[in-house]
């Protein structure tokens, strides 16, 4: 990565939590949003990461856009499900409370679900997922988020990049760990190769006539994206399916914005983002230490067969982001010259001077 | 469709029951699995009806290789979690009986999830989810399948085409149905291709040397079907992700095979798949009223909005289906000449002659 400062995990989330507390963020609500945001840069999502301080986070508190000290409302509750108003809090703050009160239930339920409305955009889906893989759970994180993405023979963007995310545990092997957008690629990637001036691949999206372009700013621009497997002959209906199911169970069950109502961060007006959350506890269905033995079976067994010539190596979900996390806990998280100058930008702003030294 | 024969749908039960009580399978057992495979016929997924009669069910019955008798058996169950033994049943009235466990326990609990472990082909997916449409809860059906997918930088078939089925009801608009295989294609699309002697889009699958061809011979000869998305660069290791989280759920944490062990239906030997369902209960997350409103009017807005060039229509998941089955509840249900004949050699092998009339 060229033009990279790195900084070390630990500075990089006692600043952005001083970042939210200068906002009027409880001590431990700054600390919860930061390990998020921080979190998403050392595991190498740095689309979810500090770069999104300044606009999606930093500009709406100071614009009163989101209201961190609210307290999360109860809309109605059982043993195994849980109906949330996240009273338009940080997303990050939100979704941890209410996946933590998840895993609580699902302690001594077996499962339990989640959904929360009145929320705003909680960084990387695979966080609060991963909360429950330490009390051998499978966790599930959902969420809506704005409209970007094209129905399979749509013109328009209708549907949010709406992510999957499920943690699996495994027991010496690293636990399986599915984030994904259901677009073929979050708009950051795009964003990506328009900073870069280079062409996307085609096939991630189409301009606003609807033809498929290589140029990301007709994507950018009055365009949309394509849902995962792209076009119908290829199955894009599935990726739009998936998209659907995000936002009617993040969204419509939860009884927040859907479709193209849910808010863009970057915008004004209150976002209403919804969520859905889940947690299913092993030990219910089999003993956890043979599940554990079988995954860790399986996934050796995936790992160890035959390759693609030219390929050396079968990945399972999440494996990549291990490695990049151990190695960034080491070396120090890298950040791009542009993010460090957006971090300075919105430091300066409220008075808290980004003044972190890069490592070496 | 080309030589075709088409059957009163009742008829066709009515048979497809007969055939079954005659290998020993129970009235009641044998009435379910009849109608979960005409089903498929009847919503036009003929690559899971009564074509599989012969193969998957009927030889296998005949070889003693299912036990329609054994009773299923509750490992573990509390109010929202079960944990079943298939006892090598039939896969269709094991998955019916429990899905139908799943919506009773729904109905108390708000939610709830059943696995199940030694069981063999359920047919399709989107028979079970949709059995909690009428209790206003939303239906979640993954079920394992022997390897026929490679994973991303894979060679060899490792994955099933594991499908997701999830059916969310609506208002005055047809309930939302996904029912996807999670690879590009399931084998049954390339087999129709191959049997006609025609050539595959390119990107549904790979020959033995890993090369992408557009030769059905070459994908089921030896070869692999991609998953959901397709080459890596179009992010097709998200639908080898999800390939795998349908095994991790529905093989892995059932207790059942799970990978290549998966048993193909038309081989020898137990097949010990898995099966996963969930029921969720909308009442307990908000008013159904105000659910199903909000249900018609997104999939309206969906349908209403601006469409791609040379395209009048954006369907929802599952529209297609209903509209075939109205359809076909009129005028029959259309089987192909080949699907006939192997009825016909069928129902001749166990002394049950196929002797429909076709309608016209």
Same mark, same amino acid.
Request: hydrophobic share 40%; with cysteine.
């Given at each position: 990565?060229?033009?990279?400062?790195?900084?070390?995990?630990?500075?990089?989330?006692?600043?952005?939590?001083?970042?939210?507390?200068?906002?009027?963020?409880?001590?431990?609500?700054?600390?919860?949003?930061?390990?998020?945001?921080?979190?998403?840069?050392?595991?190498?999502?740095?689309?979810?990461?500090?770069?999104?301080?300044?606009?999606?986070?930093?500009?709406?508190?100071?614009?009163?856009?989101?209201?961190?000290?609210?307290?999360?409302?109860?809309?109605?509750?059982?043993? !195994?499900? &849980?109906? +949330?108003? /996240?009273?338009?809090? =940080?997303?990050?703050?939100?979704? %941890?409370?209410?996946?933590?009160?998840?895993?609580?239930?699902?302690?001594?339920?077996?499962?339990?679900?989640?959904?929360?409305?009145?929320?705003?955009?909680?960084?990387?889906?695979?966080?609060?997922?991963?909360?429950?893989?330490?009390?051998?759970?499978?966790?599930?994180?959902?969420?809506?988020?704005?409209?970007?993405?094209?129905?399979?023979?749509?013109?328009?963007?209708?549907?949010?990049?709406?992510?999957?995310?499920?943690?699996?545990?495994?027991?010496?092997?690293?636990?399986?760990?599915?984030?994904?957008?259901?677009?073929?690629?979050?708009?950051?990637?795009?964003?990506?190769?328009?900073?870069?001036?280079?062409?996307?691949?085609?096939?991630?999206?189409?301009?606003?006539?609807?033809?498929?372009?290589?140029?990301?700013?007709?994507?950018?621009?009055?365009? !949309?994206? &394509?849902? +995962?497997? /792209?076009?119908?002959? =290829?199955?894009?209906?599935?990726? %739009?399916?998936?998209?659907?199911?995000?936002?009617?169970?993040?969204?419509?069950?939860?009884?927040?914005?859907?479709?193209?109502?849910?808010?863009?961060?970057?915008?004004?007006?209150?976002?209403?983002?919804?969520?859905?959350?889940?947690?299913?506890?092993?030990?219910?269905?089999?003993?956890?230490?043979?599940?554990?033995?079988?995954?860790?079976?399986?996934?050796?067994?995936?790992?160890?067969?035959?390759?693609?010539?030219?390929?050396?190596?079968?990945?399972?979900?999440?494996?990549?982001?291990?490695?990049?996390?151990?190695?960034?806990?080491?070396?120090?998280?890298?950040?791009?010259?542009?993010?460090?100058?957006?971090?300075?930008?919105?430091?300066?702003?409220?008075?808290?001077?980004?003044?972190?030294?890069?490592?070496?």
């Amino acid at each position: 990565m060229l033009n990279t400062l790195s900084y070390r995990v630990d500075e990089l989330k006692a600043y952005v939590t001083r970042f939210f507390t200068t906002l009027n963020v409880p001590e431990i609500d700054a600390q919860i949003a930061a390990d998020v945001l921080v979190s998403a840069d050392l595991r190498g999502v740095n689309s979810h990461g500090v770069i999104r301080l300044h606009t999606y986070y930093g500009s709406r508190l100071r614009k009163k856009l989101i209201d961190p000290l609210s307290p999360i409302k109860t809309l109605n509750e059982t043993a !195994a499900t &849980l109906a +949330l108003d /996240g009273a338009n809090g =940080l997303g990050q703050v939100v979704a %941890y409370r209410a996946m933590s009160r998840c895993i609580e239930m699902a302690d001594t339920a077996g499962l339990a679900v989640a959904t929360v409305r009145n929320s705003n955009h909680f960084g990387i889906a695979g966080y609060y997922a991963m909360m429950a893989l330490p009390e051998d759970m499978i966790g599930i994180s959902l969420t809506n988020s704005q409209p970007l993405v094209a129905a399979t023979y749509g013109l328009k963007p209708v549907l949010g990049t709406n992510p999957i995310a499920v943690a699996i545990p495994a027991g010496e092997e690293q636990p399986y760990v599915l984030d994904m957008a259901t677009s073929i690629v979050p708009i950051g990637r795009v964003a990506v190769y328009q900073k870069a001036g280079q062409s996307i691949p085609e096939g991630w999206g189409m301009d606003a006539a609807g033809a498929l372009t290589d140029d990301p700013n007709k994507v950018i621009g009055g365009g !949309a994206l &394509l849902p +995962l497997g /792209g076009p119908a002959e =290829l199955r894009g209906y599935k990726g %739009y399916g998936l998209s659907l199911l995000v936002d009617l169970l993040s969204g419509v069950l939860a009884g927040a914005a859907f479709g193209k109502e849910v808010g863009n961060p970057a915008n004004q007006g209150r976002a209403n983002v919804g969520h859905f959350f889940a947690a299913i506890k092993i030990e219910n269905f089999r003993p956890v230490m043979e599940f554990k033995q079988d995954m860790d079976q399986y996934l050796r067994t995936l790992k160890q067969s035959p390759k693609l010539p030219g390929h050396d190596r079968i990945y399972i979900h999440g494996e990549k982001e291990f490695e990049l996390a151990n190695q960034y806990l080491r070396e120090g998280v890298p950040l791009m010259q542009e993010v460090v100058d957006s971090l300075k930008q919105a430091g300066d702003e409220i008075g808290v001077p980004f003044d972190l030294k890069p490592i070496k």
